[in-house]
């Protein structure tokens, strides 16, 4: 075991271990004689480890809480600041820690983080996850390892009567002399348009405050622009008459400047870490459509 903060909390609970009894009959008919058969229950998939095997699992059990970091951050984790009572987090970020401290047999503490201490905080063992959602960079993988649960990516998009835009099958076919694609300087965007459309015309345009240059979409001034994958659908839903590409699923799989998300733990948490990988790859079908709902619903 590491002496470390990682196990500053030990565990005294074990799990649980249920039996099954299953009780047989047997009654003489003429010559006939009727045989119960047992049917045992499959243990979980992602049972979490037992006592001594994870120290911080060991320590969370102990305490009888899950401390999680959080920040929103939409899709994935939204704050409920109506006062209207019911839960004060949701998405599917929520979703997930609600199952750990499930699994745990422990009460969900929400520990309020800023973009400065969301990491930090793990090292300091201020809580044992920081379940704000964070994009996986190399950075990042220095001091802390992630579970990956979605992705952020972006989309490009314009008016669907633009016969340039018409033509285009893919984002591919946007990389050409004759296509000009708006970005706004300084934007996430920027180098990445740069990269990914060298043949094209690039228009840089101050940031309006929009989440993408719509305005000059709209002007005809730009025949394509990118935006992210999430706030695409409210815009689509706002403004009518727009196109977009990749154009299956509207956009919400595409690959394009695609960057993994999850929440984070701190290092050299071996057991811990692939628990919980193993219960987030088991909840990806309730935590994609979770996401969907958020994104569905926003405005």
């Known amino acids: 075991m590491q002496q470390t903060n990682k196990g500053s909390r030990t565990a005294t609970g074990g799990a649980a271990i249920r039996g099954v009894a299953i009780r047989g009959a047997a009654k003489a008919l003429s010559a006939c ?9 499959p243990a979980s998939a992602q049972q979490a480890p037992a006592a001594g095997q994870s120290p911080r699992i060991d320590a969370i059990r102990k305490a009888g809480e899950l401390r999680v970091g959080v920040l929103q951050n939409a899709p994935w984790l939204i704050q409920d600041v109506s006062g209207r009572g019911g839960e004060a987090w949701s998405g599917p970020a929520w979703l997930l820690a609600k199952e750990y401290a499930r699994q745990l047999g422990v009460t969900l503490t929400a520990v309020p983080v800023s973009h400065e201490t969301k990491v930090p905080v793990l090292a300091a063992n201020q809580v044992d996850m920081t379940i704000s959602p964070l994009a996986e960079t190399p950075e990042r993988l220095k001091v802390v390892d992630f579970v990956l649960y979605s992705s952020t990516s972006v989309c490009m998009f314009g008016l669907a009567a633009n016969p340039k835009l018409a033509a285009a099958k ?22 990445w348009v740069k990269q990914r459309f060298p043949q094209a015309r690039l228009r840089a345009v101050a ?15 730009a025949d394509a622009a990118p935006i992210n994958r999430v ?19 509207n956009c919400q799989q595409s690959t394009e400047k695609a ?20 219960v987030a790859a088991e909840m990806k079908p309730r935590l994609d459509a979770d996401e969907m709902r958020v994104i569905e619903q926003s405005p």
């Open 33 to 41: 004689v009727l045989t119960a058969c047992a049917l045992a229950a």
């Open 231 to 249: 706030p695409w659908v409210g815009l689509n839903r706002k403004v009518r008459g727009l196109a977009v590409l990749p154009a299956e699923s």
């Open 170 to 191: 893919s984002v591919d076919d946007l990389n050409r002399p004759e296509i000009t694609i708006a970005y706004f300087t300084g934007g996430a965007e920027e180098a």
């Open 207 to 221: 940031n309006s405050g929009a989440t993408a240059p719509i305005e000059e979409i709209m002007a005809k001034r």
């Open 259 to 278: 960057s993994p998300v999850g929440l984070a733990i701190d290092k050299n948490q071996p057991e811990f870490l692939a628990w919980l990988r193993q």
